[in-house]
């Protein structure tokens, strides 16, 4: 195992950790989107309307889970649920208005609050930053695809 592997493990719960606590401390996020939430919904405005399966496969969820996140996110107004016109048994989620004004606002506030962190940071820095952790999530993604093969 290389030596730097042990300090990724520990730097990335400590990152899951401090973000979270920021998100809980910071008045400037109060009234944003919650994680889930806020995953959800960037996924609906990229990728368009998705089924429950669908968002639940791409949010690396189980169905059930992803079901309650959706009912409490229409119960806020931020997405509609209906059924595809070409198979009546499957719901389909849409984004509203309401959840996209939502989503960007917690977009805006959110990079306002990192620009504020990364501001000693060079641009190339906090682009080495971004790649480095494009690149983390994209392996994460990837492993979770091959364990799900091994099964």
Known sequence: MDDAVPDVEEQVA????????NRRRSSRLEGT?????YI???HLTVAGPSGINDLANRLRLDASTVTRQVV???EDGYVTRGR???????AVVAAT???EEALARTRAVRAEVYDEILRRWSTED??????????????L????????DDR
Do not use: F, Q, V
């Open 141 to 148: 993604d990837a492993d979770l695809d091959r364990a799900a």
């Open 97 to 99: 208005p309401a959840g």
């Open 126 to 139: 906090r682009r080495a930053l971004a790649d480095a952790l494009i690149r983390l999530n994209s392996d």
């Open 72 to 74: 409490a996110m229409e």
């Open 84 to 90: 595809d016109s070409t198979d009546g048994r499957r």
């Open 33 to 37: 989107l919650d994680r889930s939430a």
């Open 14 to 21: 400590l990152l899951l950790r401090l973000a979270d606590r």
């Open 40 to 42: 959800a919904l960037r």
